[in-house]
């Protein structure tokens, strides 16, 4: 092993570039400045002894470029902290360093990580990581766009204003579908002026767009947006994402009975209107940062002035190397754009961490490309070792990616022994929610954390059955990336219950006040400021009617008072099903205060965490109980061809690699309403020899 003291020295040497002849580069080589003593660049690089042999060579690579191709739990994210580090010891000025992710969860944790390094970790002495950038792609086109805009302006009395002005502004949600519906006016006005489309053509797009425009159809409008972001992320032209997504965009066909060619020709119209209407009014939205982003680079690169004046990058923006997490996450605009930021600049180097079998977001756009597709001499280093799956786990996952003859590496795992992984086969859909709740149950009862288990879906609908069979066996569970869940709502229609039940209401002989209800429950101001006097009144008067012999019912007609109350059911779906999602609990209790204290005792506990695979992923549990892997639930029914096969099988992937002990996976045959279709099989992802010998298999018949 050669001398990490000699590596850092010769490695420093080879990172000083004289700065580029033009400066309006945008990352220009730094002048070296060495910030550390040599006993403390080897002090620091003992750190980098502790990593696997794959892990050192990806920190220590003096290679431009390169792609770490990591499997799941591989720690690629430590191996990244520690890739930063070992260019802080080599003396890189932390400002030149850029760390980009394309989630703000994913920024966040890697900030995190490099937090714990550098205090008291092995970064210690080093300092400066805070100078280290961290951010998300979108945020940092943004940035550039911001900061090219504010250098391009010239200096004048009204240079501020000139600035202001010059500062595109990010158009929100609501903000795009009212643009986009000035659009359709705009497109059609535009068609009715263009001779050189034929009558008939002309008249069916301006047909199309007038049904598009109604102002009914504001999904609608949404639903375009939706297209011409997955166009702009995938790189794909709206006429091959309306084939490609047929499914998603289906119901554009329908419009206005006109066919596939003038829907094509139609939504062109449009999205030139939209683009042009964004271009007037110097606004941005969201798939906009990283395409206007790319073109800033390309000119800059090219130093292509023509007669504008000269862009002079702020120094704030001038890196040397960056670094990508997640990159498998990213859309092809994305990639593009961190390509040309190489193309452009020979000091840069990129290093790109990622795990194509984790690309799960080809919905959005987002479709793995190998870095060597985008740039010359792009050196490969594996990451195959798992430090999160035991060896038992790492064997089926692989198993499942290697099906049907694909070149896949092994995974190899932690060398500890949990047992194989278990496929529960259940006579129903009933039976398979039972089995889940039966051994969550069994799994705490032997004294698991329930901070310790999780239960994935592939979608929400199938979580929200999960967790009524858990909380009928009063088990609480919490929903990843759902916020603002909590017992509150509940307990406000358990006081009311409660209150019945007591006979207050009753006894008073009339309803009660407004007042009254409102002391009792305690609502927060942003729901009862907007509560009439009328409402509360109706609301009283409806609960001297209550009278039902089981909680259940007391509590349903509770639920229905305090939602008619709080707006209505339909206003506000969040609460209406945070409130009925306890209903199962209430065969337990014969009163209203015995669930109340036992729920309170269930919160203390914890809660269980029950996730869509989708939220589940960069997340782990040492116990993972994964429902619905029947063909047609995973993979899902409606992915047909060759790429949304390879999602969903990325997804049985991910949904596997969650585990660090124990991994349970369950099918049940499936009367499918929405398809109407029955899905009696086992999914094919497992229904196979090469996989299933990886697993035990339990029946609960």
């Not at 696997?52 to 720690?75: D, P, W, Y």
């Amino acid at each position: 092993m050669p001398q990490n003291d000699q590596e850092s020295r010769d490695f420093s040497s080879r990172s000083q570039t004289s700065k580029p002849a033009h400066s309006s580069a945008i990352f220009e080589a730094p002048t070296f400045r060495p910030k550390l003593s040599a006993s403390q660049r080897v002090a620091n690089s003992k750190a980098v002894f502790k990593l696997s042999l794959q892990a050192q060579a990806i920190v220590n690579t003096e290679h431009r470029h390169a792609e770490v191709m990591a499997c799941a739990g591989s720690g690629k994210t430590t191996v990244l902290c520690h890739r930063v580090l070992h260019l802080l010891a080599c003396g890189v000025d932390p400002s030149r360093i850029l760390v980009l992710s394309f989630s703000k969860t994913a920024a966040s944790e890697v900030r995190k990580r490099l937090v714990q390094f550098g205090e008291p970790g092995p970064a210690a002495g080093l300092g400066h990581l805070s100078a280290v950038r961290v951010s998300t792609c979108h945020a940092f086109a943004n940035r550039l766009i911001r900061v090219t805009s504010t250098s391009s302006s010239k200096t004048s009395k009204t240079g501020k204003n000139k600035r202001q002005k010059q500062q595109p502004a990010l158009l929100s949600p609501t903000g795009v579908t009212d643009v986009l519906g000035q659009a359709v006016k705009h497109a059609s006005r535009q068609l009715l002026q263009d001779r050189s489309i034929n009558k008939t053509d002309r008249e069916d797009q301006r047909r199309w767009l007038k049904e598009l425009g109604a102002s009914a159809s504001k999904p609608l409008l949404k639903l375009v947006a939706t297209l011409f972001d997955y166009s702009a992320a995938s790189g794909l032209s709206l006429e091959q994402v309306l084939v490609k997504q047929s499914q998603r965009f289906g119901i554009f066909r329908s419009l206005a009975s006109v066919g596939p060619h003038a829907v094509a020709s139609a939504l062109r119209a449009l999205h030139s209107s939209y683009q042009a209407l964004k271009l007037e009014s110097n606004r941005l939205d969201f798939s906009d940062m990283v395409t206007r982003a790319t073109s800033t680079v390309l000119a800059l690169s090219g130093h292509e002035t023509g007669g504008r004046t000269e862009i002079r990058v702020p120094d704030e923006l001038q890196y040397q190397h960056i670094l990508v997490d997640e990159y498998q996450d990213s859309s092809a605009s994305q990639v593009h754009f961190i390509a040309a930021l190489a193309r452009g600049q020979p000091a840069l180097n990129i290093m790109v961490f990622g795990d194509e079998h984790q690309s799960v977001y080809r919905f959005a756009g987002a479709f793995h490309t190998p870095l060597c597709q985008l740039l010359p001499d792009v050196l490969a280093l594996p990451l195959t070792r798992s430090y999160r799956l035991p060896q038992a786990l790492a064997d089926a996952s692989t198993a499942v990616l290697a099906a049907d003859g694909a070149d896949v590496e092994p995974i190899k795992g932690r060398r500890v022994t949990f047992g194989r992984p278990v496929l529960v086969r259940a006579a129903s859909l009933s039976e398979e929610l039972r089995a889940v709740a039966q051994d969550v149950q069994a799994l705490l009862e032997r004294g698991e954390p329930v901070s310790s288990i999780a239960v994935l879906a592939r979608t929400s609908a199938a979580l929200r059955e999960a967790e009524s069979e858990l909380l009928a066996r009063g088990i609480f569970s919490q929903r990843r990336g759902v916020t603002g869940r909590n017992t509150d709502e509940m307990m406000n229609v358990l006081k009311l219950v409660r209150h019945v039940e007591r006979g207050r209401v009753q006894a008073s002989g009339h309803a009660l006040s407004a007042t009254q209800l409102q002391a009792m429950l305690r609502l927060p101001s942003e729901v009862s400021t907007g509560i009439e006097p009328k409402r509360w009144t109706a609301a009283a008067s409806a609960l001297r009617k209550v009278i039902n012999p089981s909680l259940e019912g007391r509590y349903k007609r509770c639920a229905d008072i305090y939602l008619a109350l709080c707006g209505g059911i339909k206003s506000d779906l969040a609460r209406r099903d945070e409130v009925r999602r306890w209903i199962p609990l209430c065969a337990l209790y014969a009163s209203a205060l015995a669930m109340r204290d036992s729920v309170q005792a269930m919160t203390e506990r914890g809660a269980v965490t029950t996730s869509t695979i989708h939220q589940a992923k960069g997340s782990e549990w040492e116990h993972v109980l994964v429902i619905g892997v029947a063909d047609g639930q995973m993979p899902n029914y409606l992915a047909q061809d060759g790429d949304g096969l390879i999602e969903e099988r990325n997804l049985m992937y991910v949904a596997m690699t969650r585990s660090r002990e124990t991994l349970r996976l369950y099918y049940a045959p499936v009367a499918h309403a929405r398809s109407r279709r029955l899905f009696e099989k086992l999914s094919r992802f497992l229904d196979r020899r090469d996989v299933l010998r990886h697993f035990d298999v339990e029946d609960r018949l």
